[in-house]
């Protein structure tokens, strides 16, 4: 008979796997107790099921370089994992210790962020979360005045780099887990820091947690409950939201004609969704309501714009366009390309890159083009003369001329030879380049990965 745990956790990875296919698991483990259950939960899970014992499995350990245990703790992953015939993976990181931001949080990020490098193609990376977690994240959302998507708490699934995040223990208490674990007899780490009541979850969990449960006893499973409806609602607005910015950004620039046709609670669910949509991170509930008013309201040839801490929305002829900040461009940058060998060239966060490629009806002639080429970024009075026999057009009117957005001008490529400029971005091409009836190898230049630009 199947200890109730395991078929608990089989049953949820089975409805998982059917509803996305998985290639394999990897377990996030800390070497405490949750995540040490989740193991040997998931090892027995595989020994009485085939399916799930046909997905690879291996764990993943971060070490935060935080606690004078931390290396104890990563040896003590490596002995579990040996004895459990499990590999693993240790990824290092640093937290980075900024003033004024919190230490847990950063830490959490960084972890994610190595989980996410690590993940492979359609891999799971399952965490021990339970449903004493989701009480404490509710009632932590619920003081930081979250809304709906908040106060869902964790799913139990979300995407995660090339992969999935999977918290396939969310019906399952912290007393359940520690049960088990105890009844295997397997030792498990503790970290200090988990009575540190400076720490937010911390304090939540030793000194609200249990008023709550004296009086309300079954509080977890009933927050649990409640996550899910509300989840269900998140869904549900998801589903709206989609629709609406569907309408209002078909090209990924919003229409502030369309937005104001909405209802103002219609105008924040889809705000929300475009600027995540974006690659930007949410704006709290001050800037989300800057956007929707002060952009509006702003003079029809002003370009203001709302930033917060992950974000930025412009306005610039009743469109709306959102992207992540982004380290400014320095004029003196300047990369050499040799075309011929490496048909591609990265230019860098958030500028893209540029590709050189193969096309018989391209407008580039191979054979005028340098064999090595430099490629920079604006400065001052740069001239490029697009057609034969024409003078030469100031970069600015070339810029302005091709509807290029005012803040990213300075984000155009100029690919240039020693001499001159040859080419701005991917659409102007100097005159002395263009392929002709005689050209016998033509090429195009593609420039992506650097968002609205036009």
């Given amino acids: 008979m199947k200890q109730p745990l395991v078929a608990a956790l089989i049953a949820r990875l089975r409805a998982m796997h059917a509803e996305r296919p998985l290639r394999g698991l990897c377990v996030a483990l800390s070497g405490g107790v949750d995540s040490v259950a989740l193991l040997l939960a998931l090892q027995q899970a595989r020994r009485n099921d085939a399916p799930l014992r046909r997905l690879p499995l291996r764990a993943l350990h971060v070490h935060h370089h935080l606690r004078p245990e931390a290396d104890a703790w990563a040896r003590h992953c490596r002995r579990l994992c040996r004895a459990q015939g499990v590999s693993l993976g240790v990824r290092h990181v640093e937290v980075p210790r900024t003033k004024g931001s919190s230490l847990e949080a950063e830490a959490r990020r960084v972890r994610y962020a190595a989980f996410e490098a690590a993940l492979r193609t359609d891999e799971a990376l399952l965490t021990a979360h339970h449903e004493d977690d989701q009480l404490e994240t509710m009632l932590l959302q619920w003081m930081r005045g979250a809304g709906v998507a908040g106060l869902a708490a964790m799913p139990a699934r979300a995407p995660l780099g090339r992969g999935w995040l999977l918290r396939p223990l969310l019906t399952q208490s912290r007393a359940t887990l520690e049960a088990f674990v105890r009844a295997s007899g397997t030792a498990t780490v503790e970290d200090d820091s988990n009575v540190d009541e400076r720490f937010e979850r911390n304090y939540v969990r030793r000194r609200v947690v249990p008023l709550l449960r004296a009086r309300w006893p079954a509080a977890a499973r009933v927050a649990s409950r409640s996550a899910a409806h509300l989840a ?50 949410v704006p709290d509930a ?129 690919i240039c030879s020693a001499k001159s400029v040859l080419a701005v971005g991917d659409w102007a091409i100097a005159a002395t380049l263009r392929a002709t009836a005689t050209t016998r190898r033509r090429l195009r230049l593609e420039w992506t990965g650097a968002g609205s630009i036009r």
Wanted: charged fraction near 30%; charge should be positive; proline fraction near 6%.
């Fill in 232 to 281: 269900e609602a998140r869904e549900l607005l998801e589903e709206r939201a989609t629709a609406d910015v569907l309408q209002l950004a078909p090209q990924g620039v919003l229409s502030l004609a369309r937005l104001a046709e909405l209802s103002p609670a219609r105008q924040r669910n889809a705000l929300r969704h475009w600027i995540v949509g974006c690659g930007a991170s």
């Fill in 286 to 414: 001050v800037h989300l309501e800057r956007v929707r008013h002060e952009l509006a309201a702003a003079r029809a040839d002003a370009t203001p714009q709302v930033e917060w801490p992950g974000g930025r929305v412009r306005r610039y002829r009743g469109m709306l366009y959102c992207e992540r900040p982004q380290p400014a461009v320095a004029a003196a940058d300047r990369l050499g390309w040799d075309w011929q060998r490496h048909r591609s060239l990265d230019l860098g966060a958030g500028r893209g890159r540029l590709r050189l490629v193969a096309d018989r009806h391209g407008p580039l002639d191979a054979a005028r083009l340098p064999a090595r080429l430099i490629v920079r970024f604006r400065a001052a009075g740069e001239r490029i003369a697009l057609e034969p026999g024409q003078h030469r057009q100031r970069l600015k009117e070339v810029l302005r001329a091709a509807g290029v957005l005012p803040w990213r001008r300075d984000d155009v490529p100029l």
